[in-house]
């Protein structure tokens, strides 16, 4: 079994700047316009649906996605255009940190308000 979480957000083009751009989806079907309403992405293995449609999802999800070294792939979102600043009040949103439930991670928010929670277990 596998889940793909659908990822609701008000404009998919806007949207892939972020997901392509930043995070380093791919389209999993490089021919989908831009234009379309719904676009699968994928990355090592991972899946998510971006979504247009009223009815997919809500603004504001939280998803995990688990990675092998969230310090590298921090490092590769940054140097791809992450941007840290501002969310002084959320620490995760600037870097790796270690979390008292066994997890190493760092949050990524997308402008439609939707979090990619990324972290690995704390060895």
């Not at 596998?2 to 609701?8: G, Q």
């Not at 870097?95 to 972290?119: C, H, I, K």
Request: with cysteine; glycine share 10%; net charge negative.
């Amino acid at each position: 079994m596998r889940v793909i979480p659908v990822i609701h957000c008000a404009n998919v083009q806007e949207s892939l700047v972020f997901y392509i751009g930043i995070l380093g989806f791919k389209k999993k079907y490089p021919d989908a316009s831009d234009a379309d309403w719904v676009i699968d992405l994928v990355q090592d293995g991972a899946e998510i649906q971006l979504s247009q449609h009223g009815g997919d999802g809500a603004f504001g999800c939280a998803i995990n996605v688990r990675v092998n070294d969230v310090d590298w792939f921090f490092q590769q979102c940054v140097e791809r255009g992450l941007d840290t600043s501002g969310r002084d009040d959320s620490p995760v949103h600037h870097g790796p940190v270690n979390q008292t439930w066994g997890m190493r991670e760092f949050y990524a928010t997308d402008s439609d308000g939707n979090t990619l929670r990324f972290g690995e277990p704390i060895q």
